[in-house]
């Protein structure tokens, strides 16, 4: 390892503890990550000083609790370097990001003979909101095929100029699949459907947090992410979109806040990001958010990003050397996000979950909402490691130790 993130673990209150009469190993990072001191105290402090509604009151409170809200807003856009702080709309999550924008430009959109293309590897919530947009308006869905009988190929990128053809009205693809550990190459696809006019919307859940991320660069129209997975907050999440297209869009939900005026007949809106704000927002955990990237670029996106990939690319070569193992997305040696998803013929992924938890390793077992990618995989469910700035080498060789008592209990060889 290049790095020593070692003296990080001491920021999360979270992983001072024992499971199993052994400290905590969490390995459950591409679910959710843990979260630093300085986030817990940002979003305390909110509650215990400033709490109040924001946009609405012209006491102390609110203006201090407005204050923070929006610029939790201007640090996500430097976050993302997107142009202006109002390309920013704060969501639940990164699910609720896509809803959003299935429900309100997909409605506005799309018709029948368009064509919405996702790929093979999407996570549920790059999915089923096309899927629900498609059949509402008559559009067609369509997907990127996966390559390799592991997936180890990531996207047939060979097939994408066949399936890019100018009924295609929209492009949603995962940066960084949450399954395969595989990096798709988003800044060539964004170039792809903008040659046919395509919109793109990229979700960034598993990757936002992890590396740097460059929304001008992209060149992208859309792109989400959650805060839960990148040290901050559940609850509240980002939908970055292009200043026009935002503006050009139907608010999805109405209520107090993203109105301009309202009559008994009709009402008009605010614009972006307002219009798609209603209600209450959730000023905490943006406060929390900011908090969230503020510790990450202390320590640095890169090196960050070159953590997470080593102890990956350590696991998957330690993880190889077990009987019987399956391991989906690259080979041992090949570039890898900081996860590793496998399976042993003959023992379910919840059982191999279940018996590590007695050793105090923290995994994930099921389909990772991949439900579609798994049956074409031929599989039920994996075990999924996944790794963050607190892991370090002793935790891949801790779960190397659980898994082949695992395996010895099942006879296994």
Same mark, same amino acid.
């Given at each position: ?11 999360? =209150? ?38 109040? @509604? ?15 809200? #929006? ?21 639940? &999550? +990164? ?11 997909? !409605?506005? @959109? ?23 947009? +498609? ?27 066949? *399936? ?13 699949? @949450? ?52 040290? &901050? $907050? ?15 869009? $139907? ?19 605010? =614009? ?7 209600? +209450? ?6 406060? &929390? ?28 070569? #330690?993880?190889?050397?077990?009987? %019987? ?7 041992? %040696? ?35 909402? @991949? ?8 599989? $039920?469910? !994996? ?9 370090? $080498? ?6 190397? +130790?659980? *898994? ?10």
């Amino acid at each position: 390892m290049t790095h020593d993130f070692s003296n990080l673990r001491i920021d999360f =209150p979270v992983l001072d503890q024992h499971v199993g009469g052994r400290p905590l190993v969490y390995l459950d990072n591409a679910a959710t990550t843990q979260k630093p001191r300085s986030v817990i105290d940002a979003v305390a402090r909110f509650y215990e000083r400033d709490n109040s @509604n924001v946009h609405r009151g012209l006491h102390a409170l609110s203006m201090r609790a407005t204050d923070g809200y #929006e610029a939790a807003r201007a640090r996500t856009a430097q976050f993302i370097n997107a142009a202006d702080p109002a390309e920013i709309v704060f969501t639940r &999550g +990164t699910t609720e990001s896509v809803n959003l924008i299935a429900q309100s430009w997909g !409605t506005a @959109n799309l018709k029948p003979g368009d064509v919405v293309l996702c790929t093979e590897m999407e996570h549920h919530s790059n999915l089923v909101p096309w899927q629900q947009i +498609t059949a509402r308006t008559g559009a067609t869905l369509r997907y990127v095929p996966i390559a390799g009988a592991d997936a180890e190929g990531g996207l047939d990128l060979s097939a994408i100029d066949e *399936l890019l053809t100018p009924e295609v009205k929209l492009f949603a693809f995962t940066h960084i699949s @949450n399954t395969l550990g595989v990096t798709n190459p988003v800044h060539e696809l964004c170039a792809k459907a903008r040659a046919v006019g395509a919109v793109t919307v990229i979700d960034a859940a598993q990757s936002a947090g992890h590396e740097l991320v460059d929304v001008q660069a992209l060149d992208c129209d859309f792109l989400v992410f959650s805060g839960h997975k990148m040290a &901050g $907050p559940t609850g509240i999440g980002v939908l970055y979109g292009r200043r026009a297209l935002l503006d050009a869009m $139907p608010p999805w939900q109405g209520g107090g806040g993203m109105i301009a005026n309202v009559e008994y007949a009709a009402s008009t809106w605010k =614009p972006s990001p307002e219009r798609f704000e209603a209600g +209450t927002p959730n000023v905490a955990d943006a406060i &929390g958010l900011h908090a969230a990237m503020d510790y990450l670029d202390a320590i640095g996106r890169p090196a960050l990003a070159q953590h997470e990939c080593e102890l990956a690319g350590y696991a998957c070569e #330690e993880l190889s050397k077990l009987p %019987g193992i399956r391991i989906l997305g690259p080979r041992p %040696g090949q570039p890898r996000a900081g996860m590793v998803s496998f399976a042993f013929e003959g023992v379910h992924a919840h059982d191999v979950v279940t018996f590590a938890d007695q050793d105090g390793v923290a995994l994930r077992g099921g389909h990772h909402c @991949n439900q579609p990618l798994m049956r074409k995989l031929g599989l $039920p469910s !994996t075990t999924r490691a996944s790794f963050y700035l607190y892991n370090t $080498p002793a935790d891949v060789e801790a779960l190397v +130790t659980s *898994l082949r008592k695992i395996l010895d209990f099942f006879g296994v060889e």
